[in-house]
Structure formats: structure tokens, C-alpha cells
């Protein structure tokens, strides 16, 4: 147990649906992150929110839409996905300031578009 | 680009070995360096972090920095089947803030 919690844990969603992933961390951390990892590719950032202030955006199509609704929640809101965004999908959090920010992660999303 | 590159491997060790896991980063200007375990289906751990050249070590696990040759590494002592995962090298690249670029990762397989 990580302090990090994602819902759901497996999700299978058509090419026309809307679903969203939602993360919660109870570390006290004020960073949180979106992660995607895919079979033979490195973990690939997505999103960064500080103070729930999206920092980063690392060139995600829009049908990614993030939602930091405050330093404890992160959402990841999904649409009109196709079959090459499945992946795990993982959220993780830190503590920005500490040396080295280092970054716990939860137990990811395995998300499967159809 | 910012590349943090690694052996996928599989690597594969006697139980008992050292196990060497190897890590190798563009950004000459990166100061903070991770190493992660992720077992398969499962989401990665941290086993260690080093920020400064030199030797880091915490119980088997011995991480090497060495900022000069852009090079950072993994030592597992006394290596079990256990683990038997894949190992993350992250780093944190000058100017992005506070977040990791992360390695492909290194298969290891620690055989009975």
C-alpha cells in the first residue's frame, strides 16, 4: 500500500464512450502525476498538477482530459479513445521541495479500448 | 531529447549472484537519479534514490552514480528469486520541474 489509490483497477471502454480514471493519494503530497505505460515503451508522462495547477501538458491528445480538483484527487476523464491508448494507466504523487521528489505510484488502471 | 536508456535484457543470475544492473542518461545536467522495481502486473516501487557521484547502499541493494559518464547503476547482492522483476532507471532532467523520465526498464530473472 503506496498511500496512492486508483479506481478502477481494470476497465474495458468502446471507442465511443466516456469513462474516467480517478486517483486519490493520502500522503500529503502536494504534486500528482499521470503516467502512461504501454508494452515495450518506457513510462511516458502525461500530466503534471502542483497546488492542483497543471504544470505540464506533455503533447496528450485532448481526448485525455485531466481534472485536479484539489491536492488530494486527481482525475483522468476519457473519450473517443482507440485501441492504441490501452495501457496502464498510472497516477502517482510526491511531495515537491523534498530532495529528489520522489514518486509513489498506485496501482495503476489497465485500461482496454474496444 | 531527454533519453534515459537501459539494457531491456532479460538478465538473468545464479540465486546467491550479484545481479548488475546498468543505466545511461542524455542530460548531463540531472542531478536526481531512481531506481524502481515493477513486478509484472503490478505498478513500480521505489528501491533506492542517489543525488550525489559516488556509492549509495541499503541492505542488498547498492546504487551507483557516477555524473561524469552520465551513468548510473544497480547492484543486488546475495540476489534472490524473488527478485526476479523489472528494474526502472528514472532520472530527473534539469528544467522539468520535478518529474521522472524513466528507462525502459531491465528484465531480471534470478534462477533457483
Known amino acids: 500500500e503506496t498511500g496512492v489509490t486508483q479506481t478502477p483497477r481494470h476497465l474495458v471502454m468502446g471507442m465511443t464512450n466516456k469513462k474516467s480514471l480517478k486517483c486519490e493519494q493520502h500522503?500529503?503530497?502536494?504534486?500528482m502525476y499521470w503516467y502512461k505505460q504501454s508494452a515495450k515503451k518506457p513510462l511516458e508522462l502525461m500530466f503534471v498538477?502542483?497546488?492542483?495547477?497543471?504544470?505540464e501538458n506533455n503533447s496528450v491528445p485532448s481526448r485525455f482530459s485531466p481534472e485536479c480538483p484539489n491536492s488530494s484527487h486527481l482525475f483522468l476523464h476519457l473519450h473517443t479513445l482507440q485501441p492504441e491508448d490501452s495501457a496502464l494507466y498510472l497516477c502517482a504523487s510526491s511531495q515537491d521541495g523534498g530532495e529528489g521528489n520522489t514518486i509513489y505510484f498506485g496501482e495503476g488502471s489497465w485500461l482496454t479500448v474496444v | 531529447q531527454k533519453e534515459v536508456e537501459q539494457n531491456s535484457g532479460p538478465l538473468s543470475v545464479p540465486e546467491g549472484a550479484i545481479a548488475s544492473l546498468n543505466c545511461t542518461y542524455s542530460d548531463r545536467g540531472s542531478q536526481s537519479f531512481f531506481w524502481y522495481r515493477q513486478y509484472s502486473g503490478k505498478s513500480p516501487e521505489l528501491i533506492m534514490s542517489?543525488?550525489?557521484?559516488g556509492d549509495k547502499e541499503d541492505g542488498r541493494f547498492t546504487a551507483q552514480l557516477n555524473k561524469a559518464s552520465q551513468y548510473v547503476s544497480l547492484l543486488i547482492r546475495d540476489s534472490q528469486p524473488s527478485d526476479s522483476a523489472t528494474y526502472l532507471c528514472?532520472?530527473?532532467?534539469?528544467?522539468?520541474?520535478?518529474?521522472?523520465?524513466f528507462g525502459k526498464g531491465t528484465s531480471l530473472l534470478v534462477t533457483p
Open positions: 500522503l500529503g503530497h502536494n504534486a
Open positions: 498538477y502542483n497546488f492542483k495547477e497543471q504544470t
Open positions: 542517489i543525488y550525489s557521484n
Open positions: 528514472a532520472v530527473i532532467p534539469p528544467g522539468s520541474g520535478y518529474a521522472l523520465n
